[in-house]
């Protein structure tokens, strides 16, 4: 009998133990923290909250997913604690390191974060995030020590990170600005011979070159630059957030609309688009204005003028009124046969924000009512723009084309002058070149542009 009484009371110990080795573990495990609900839209809040109880009872993969979701939203600080817990429970994962030393950034802890993205050296990389990419988490540290106003660390680690072109341009700007151009001349050309077209390598070559006191060639350098359009990316904060805040919420269901757009099926984009509204209910959130604007779109393909009219009445109820939204009410006439009324809200538009596409419809409106005048008018101004858009995009041969419309539509503007001139210069016909910019100052003595390029020609 005391045998069994001896063995029941080491039993009654062990579970004893056993139980509460169990509810210390539990204990010991972190508790996600939530933001307020009351500052969150609650279909978000929803989703958070499901995460959040999938990491509690979950390991690393499942934090890394609630970091991400707050990440999405622009919310550094919970996302901190999430990738912070995940790269504890999993010192191997990259995705865990990489977001919590860019958390640590984008909340101005710059030291903190360097540490952190060091310790990425010798981890493994995942496509799917880009810095966990040795390129981009070497320039994040370089970017750390610039917004330190350490320019000596800056520029050895972005030196670290040769031929990749951000950290390329990063290094050859501190040194152009330390006086070091003719140094940084190298990497600039380097750079240029591999994109021609770089809007910021071309800057900075001109900028060195003005340095130098090479006029010559830094006024070459400001040439092609105006016909540069090339831009690197020098950011990469948003390719890195972009992906998770589309998974949450409205932003999802707008995300689902977005891969139907290659389906040309109006009503079931309609259709989708009349449910992404509804979700969103009474409450003004920032995608409210891109999803009505969408509809707006829609029903202009659907030819309903009178639903356009009932949209374009919620986004002045919510205060907004812009170019695109003006454009779609002379839409709207267009689809009613009000002519008069289209070209009112239209010629608004060509004032606030003028396009090719503004300045066709208004010369097609003239057209039909026969004033040719008019029509020529803004045809010139079309013709001007594609000159415009030809020449930046170094297109010279649309480019004159369009210029020649232009200047003969319209004689009397002086800005289809001005860019007949630089079009004639770049293409080396200098009396042209000339002729043109002495038009242009005919007709408006005051353009700077003009007067400075005269200047060039007849020194």
């Given at each position: 009998m005391?045998?069994?009484?001896?063995?029941?009371?080491?039993?009654?110990?062990?579970?004893?133990?056993?139980?509460?080795?169990?509810?210390?573990?539990?204990?010991?495990?972190?508790?996600?923290?939530?933001?307020?609900?009351?500052?969150?839209?609650?279909?978000v809040?929803?989703?958070?909250?499901?995460?959040?109880?999938?990491?509690?009872?979950?390991?690393?993969?499942e934090?890394?997913?609630?970091g991400?979701?707050?990440?999405?939203?622009?919310?550094?600080?919970?996302?901190?604690?999430?990738?912070?817990?995940?790269?504890?429970?999993d010192?191997?994962?990259?995705v865990?390191?990489?977001?919590?030393?860019?958390?640590?950034?984008r909340?101005?802890?710059?030291?903190?974060?360097?540490?952190?993205?060091?310790?990425?050296?010798?981890?493994?990389?995942?496509?799917?995030?880009?810095?966990?990419?040795?390129?981009?988490?070497?320039?994040?540290?370089?970017?750390?020590?610039?917004?330190?106003?350490?320019?000596?660390?800056?520029?050895?680690?972005f030196?670290?990170?040769?031929?990749?072109?951000?950290?390329?341009?990063?290094?050859?700007?501190?040194?152009?600005?330390?006086?070091?151009?003719?140094?940084?001349?190298?990497?600039?050309?380097?750079?240029?011979?591999?994109?021609?077209?770089?809007?910021?390598?071309?800057?900075?070559?001109?900028?060195?070159?003005?340095?130098?006191?090479?006029?010559?060639?830094?006024?070459?350098?400001?040439?092609?630059?105006e016909?540069?359009?090339?831009?690197?990316?020098?950011?990469?904060?948003?390719?890195?957030?972009?992906?998770?805040?589309?998974?949450?919420?409205?932003?999802?269901?707008?995300?689902?609309?977005?891969?139907?757009?290659?389906?040309?099926?109006?009503?079931?984009?309609?259709?989708?688009?009349?449910?992404?509204?509804?979700?969103?209910?009474?409450r003004?959130?920032?995608?409210?204005?891109?999803?009505?604007?969408?509809?707006?779109?829609?029903?202009?393909?659907?030819?309903?003028?009178?639903?356009?009219?009932?949209?374009?009445?919620?986004?002045?109820?919510?205060?907004?009124?812009?170019?695109?939204?003006?454009?779609?009410?002379?839409?709207?006439?267009?689809?009613?046969?009000?002519?008069?009324?289209?070209?009112?809200?239209?010629?608004?538009?060509?004032?606030?924000?003028?396009?090719?596409?503004?300045?066709?419809?208004?010369?097609?409106?003239?057209?039909?009512?026969?004033?040719?005048?008019?029509?020529?008018?803004?045809?010139?101004?079309?013709?001007?723009?594609?000159?415009?858009?030809?020449?930046?995009?170094?297109?010279l041969e649309?480019?004159?084309?369009?210029?020649?419309?232009?200047?003969?539509?319209?004689?009397?503007?002086?800005?289809?002058?001005?860019?007949?001139?630089?079009?004639?210069?770049?293409n080396?016909?200098?009396?042209?070149?000339?002729?043109?910019?002495?038009k242009?100052?005919?007709?408006?003595?005051?353009?700077?542009?003009a007067?400075?390029?005269?200047?060039?020609?007849?020194?």
């Amino acid at each position: 009998m005391k045998q069994i009484v001896r063995i029941l009371l080491i039993l009654l110990v062990v579970e004893t133990g056993y139980c509460g080795y169990l509810v210390a573990k539990r204990l010991a495990r972190p508790i996600p923290v939530l933001p307020e609900a009351e500052y969150i839209d609650p279909m978000v809040m929803e989703e958070y909250q499901e995460l959040a109880t999938q990491a509690e009872t979950g390991f690393a993969p499942e934090w890394i997913q609630l970091g991400q979701a707050f990440l999405g939203q622009g919310m550094y600080a919970y996302a901190e604690n999430c990738f912070y817990e995940a790269a504890r429970q999993d010192p191997s994962s990259a995705v865990a390191q990489s977001s919590y030393a860019f958390c640590l950034e984008r909340t101005g802890r710059m030291e903190a974060s360097t540490q952190e993205y060091e310790k990425l050296k010798g981890m493994k990389a995942d496509a799917s995030v880009p810095f966990t990419n040795p390129r981009h988490f070497k320039y994040a540290i370089g970017r750390n020590y610039l917004r330190q106003e350490k320019a000596a660390q800056a520029e050895q680690a972005f030196q670290q990170n040769m031929d990749f072109q951000p950290a390329d341009f990063q290094r050859a700007k501190l040194m152009v600005r330390s006086g070091r151009a003719a140094d940084a001349l190298s990497i600039i050309q380097r750079n240029l011979n591999e994109t021609p077209n770089s809007l910021y390598f071309g800057f900075l070559k001109y900028r060195a070159m003005d340095s130098l006191g090479r006029t010559l060639e830094a006024k070459q350098a400001a040439d092609r630059l105006e016909r540069a359009m090339y831009v690197i990316p020098l950011n990469f904060n948003t390719e890195f957030i972009m992906p998770y805040s589309k998974r949450l919420g409205v932003s999802k269901a707008i995300e689902d609309y977005n891969q139907m757009l290659d389906r040309d099926d109006m009503d079931h984009m309609a259709k989708k688009l009349d449910e992404v509204l509804t979700m969103m209910g009474d409450r003004k959130m920032p995608a409210f204005k891109a999803t009505v604007m969408r509809m707006v779109e829609v029903e202009f393909q659907r030819k309903n003028p009178d639903r356009m009219l009932v949209l374009l009445k919620m986004l002045n109820d919510f205060g907004i009124e812009e170019p695109d939204t003006i454009q779609f009410k002379g839409g709207v006439y267009l689809l009613k046969g009000d002519l008069e009324k289209a070209k009112e809200y239209l010629l608004r538009v060509a004032e606030m924000s003028p396009t090719i596409e503004i300045h066709e419809t208004l010369a097609n409106i003239y057209n039909q009512q026969n004033e040719i005048e008019k029509r020529d008018f803004q045809q010139g101004k079309a013709a001007l723009l594609t000159a415009m858009m030809s020449f930046r995009n170094d297109n010279l041969e649309i480019a004159e084309q369009a210029i020649q419309e232009s200047v003969d539509k319209n004689p009397n503007d002086p800005q289809a002058w001005f860019y007949y001139g630089e079009i004639k210069r770049i293409n080396k016909d200098r009396q042209a070149a000339k002729t043109a910019y002495e038009k242009c100052l005919k007709l408006n003595p005051n353009h700077g542009r003009a007067i400075a390029e005269l200047k060039l020609l007849t020194q």
